[in-house]
C-alpha cells in the first residue's frame, strides 16, 4: 500500500481505485481505510437523501463498507469503477431502508383501532401468517427481482419510476415483475387454500 501512496498525483488520480481494490483483494487494511475516507461522506450523502433519518443513513453507509471488506477477495468491479458500485449499493440498501419503512407502516395501518379479541382475530392471525410467508418467499427471489418487486408492492412506485431509479428499461421492470407474481402465485397457492 505504501508503494501506492509513494506515486505521484496523476499515477493516484489515474489508478487509484484500480489499484486500491488490487491491495484489497490482498487484505491491506490500509487500502480499505483509504477507500473509506474516499468514499464515506459521498455516499453518506447519497443515503441521507433518501431515508428519513441520519442513524439509519449511517447504518446503511457502514453496512456497504462492512460487505466490501468481507466480500473484497471476490468482488468484481466493471468499468463503471468503484466509485459507482458503492453508490448503486447504497442505493439498493436505501431501497431496502424504505421497504422496511412501508412495511412497518402498513403494519401500523392494519392494526385495527379497536383490536379487541373476537371472531376477526383469526383473520387477523391468518393474514399475519400469509404476510410472514409472502416475505419470505420474496427474499428467495433473485436480488433484482426482489428490489423491482419491493419498490412496485411496497413503495408504490410505477413501473416506469423504477426503470428510472434503477437505470433499466421498462421492459425489463415488467419482466421481473412478471416472474416474481409467477413464483409468488405458485408459492403462495397452497397456503391460501390451508388458511381457508
Known sequence: MSSILNQSTDMITQYKDEEL????????????????????????????????????????????????????????ITDNGLGKYLTSSVKYRVIKTLGRYALKQNYLNAIPANS????????W???????????????????KCQIVFKMSRELGYSQKRIAAELSISEKTVEAHLQKAFKVLRSKLASIVLTLL
Do not use: H
Open 21 to 76: 481494490l488490487t491491495s484489497l483483494r490482498n487484505d491491506d487494511e490500509d487500502a480499505f481505510r483509504e477507500i473509506y475516507n474516499k468514499y464515506w461522506r459521498k455516499l453518506y450523502i447519497v443515503a441521507a437523501n433518501r431515508v428519513d433519518n441520519e442513524q439509519d443513513a449511517e447504518e446503511i453507509v457502514q453496512d456497504i463498507f462492512a460487505a466490501l471488506w468481507v466480500r473484497r477477495k471476490c468482488i468484481v
Open 116 to 123: 379487541c379479541i373476537d371472531d376477526s382475530t383469526q383473520q
Open 125 to 143: 392471525l391468518a393474514f399475519e401468517e400469509l404476510k410472514e410467508e409472502l416475505a419470505k418467499y420474496v427474499s428467495q427471489l433473485p436480488e
